[in-house]
């Protein structure tokens, strides 16, 4: 059911009470509430835009408002959603033997401001916004730059779910009728199914769904596609599926953990020592190592139940609870 309308100007004032200027979210030179940084992702450097905290504000507004009001196919896409994790989107693919993993070439850039317009015009009717189509260019000055979602916006996320809906919901269509299960996290396009001839052959299904929906805006990475197949293996997302269905962490991941812990309750200058050739950063030691059970409690809790008999629930959960600065 749509909620009422109201003015945009009405709901943004409800939601900051004065501390943000309307007339500024309406007006005010976009390309001076945001810096550029180059910082390497990767093996590659990436272009990041690192918006103020006034445009930061003005992306909360429009994402509550607006952008989460857009329809999702919340069963195939699961980055950028609460409660749904990249975890989730390898453990449907869980009765898979063959499995085809695909990734879309630079995902945010191809992703265009006629093709953000399109999508706010087609979920309009959804959100609470009065007129939303009035303001669409102020929207758009906001959200994108360069002609594309950027790097580094927090609306880029949930605009890139919102635009792929169409394309999701047909690509889910096309592999159901061949027995096919199809799940998305971000850029990373997963298809499994029994019959390793219709799982090769969903390629050519997800390239001609790409050109109809997006012509040759949206492209896959031909040097990032992979076939699996359960027998070697099945590693998807950075985790592995095993052949009884059960998703897990990497066993070198798992082994680095567990030295880890073990050197942090025997001998605190090895750990140290382990921490710097693993993570070249020994004063953030602890904090990844917090990041590393924690990826492990949204994966595996088999797994962490394992680490908390071996090295104790108060270790083990003091990692997984301490917030490290």
Same mark, same amino acid.
């Given at each position: 059911?749509?909620?009422?309308?109201?003015?945009?100007?009405?709901?943004?004032?409800?939601?900051?009470?004065?501390?943000?200027?309307?007339?500024?979210?309406?007006?005010?030179?976009?390309?001076?509430?945001?810096?550029?940084?180059?910082?390497?992702?990767?093996?590659?450097?990436?272009?990041?835009?690192?918006?103020?905290?006034?445009?930061?504000?003005?992306?909360?507004?429009?994402?509550?408002?607006?952008?989460?009001?857009?329809?999702?196919?919340?069963?195939?896409?699961?980055?950028?959603?609460?409660?749904?994790?990249?975890?989730?989107?390898?453990?449907?693919?869980?009765?898979?033997?063959?499995?085809?993993?695909?990734? $879309?070439?630079?995902?945010?850039? #191809?992703? %265009?401001?006629?093709?953000?317009? &399109?999508?706010?015009?087609?979920? =309009?009717? !959804?959100?609470?916004?009065?007129?939303?189509?009035?303001?669409?260019?102020?929207?758009?000055?906001?959200?994108?730059?360069?002609?594309?979602?950027?790097?580094?916006?927090?609306?880029?996320?949930?605009?890139?779910?919102?635009?792929?809906?169409?394309?999701?919901?047909?690509?889910?269509?096309?592999?159901?009728?061949?027995? $096919?299960?199809?799940?998305?996290? #971000?850029? %990373?396009?997963?298809?499994?199914? &029994?019959?390793?001839?219709?799982? =090769?052959? !969903?390629?050519?299904?997800?390239?001609?769904?790409?050109?109809?929906?997006?012509?040759?805006?949206?492209?896959?990475?031909?040097?990032?596609?992979?076939?699996?197949?359960?027998?070697?293996?099945?590693?998807?997302?950075?985790?592995?599926?095993?052949?009884?269905?059960?998703?897990?962490?990497?066993?070198?991941?798992?082994?680095?953990?567990?030295?880890?812990?073990?050197?942090?309750?025997?001998?605190?200058?090895?750990?140290?020592?382990?921490?710097?050739?693993?993570?070249?950063?020994?004063?953030?030691?602890?904090?990844?190592?917090?990041?590393?059970?924690?990826?492990?409690?949204?994966?595996?809790?088999?797994?962490?139940?394992?680490?908390?008999?071996?090295?104790?629930?108060?270790?083990?959960?003091?990692?997984?609870?301490?917030?490290?600065?």
């Amino acid at each position: 059911m749509n909620l009422p309308k109201k003015p945009i100007e009405e709901l943004f004032a409800a939601m900051y009470h004065g501390k943000q200027n309307f007339a500024d979210f309406i007006g005010a030179d976009v390309a001076s509430l945001y810096t550029t940084k180059t910082p390497r992702i990767g093996s590659k450097r990436r272009t990041l835009h690192v918006p103020s905290d006034k445009l930061r504000a003005y992306h909360e507004f429009l994402n509550l408002f607006v952008f989460e009001f857009l329809p999702v196919n919340t069963s195939i896409a699961f980055a950028y959603r609460k409660g749904s994790s990249a975890a989730d989107a390898v453990r449907v693919h869980k009765d898979g033997r063959h499995f085809l993993v695909n990734d $879309l070439a630079d995902f945010f850039p #191809s992703i %265009d401001v006629s093709l953000v317009r &399109s999508t706010l015009i087609v979920g =309009a009717t !959804a959100c609470p916004v009065e007129a939303l189509e009035s303001h669409l260019s102020r929207i758009l000055q906001l959200v994108c730059i360069g002609d594309a979602l950027p790097l580094g916006f927090a609306t880029s996320p949930i605009l890139s779910n919102a635009a792929l809906f169409a394309f999701d919901t047909a690509l889910q269509k096309a592999c159901e009728s061949r027995s $096919l299960v199809y799940s998305r996290y #971000s850029d %990373d396009l997963i298809i499994s199914g &029994s019959d390793r001839d219709e799982v =090769a052959g !969903a390629g050519k299904i997800v390239e001609g769904l790409l050109h109809e929906h997006f012509g040759e805006k949206l492209r896959l990475n031909p040097f990032k596609s992979k076939s699996l197949h359960l027998g070697s293996k099945v590693r998807i997302l950075g985790m592995v599926l095993l052949p009884n269905g059960k998703v897990t962490v990497d066993a070198k991941l798992r082994a680095n953990i567990e030295v880890l812990l073990y050197f942090y309750l025997k001998d605190r200058a090895k750990f140290a020592e382990f921490a710097k050739k693993v993570t070249g950063e020994p004063d953030k030691a602890e904090a990844r190592l917090s990041g590393w059970l924690n990826y492990i409690n949204s994966v595996d809790q088999d797994y962490l139940d394992k680490l908390r008999m071996k090295y104790g629930s108060a270790l083990v959960d003091r990692f997984v609870h301490r917030s490290f600065g």
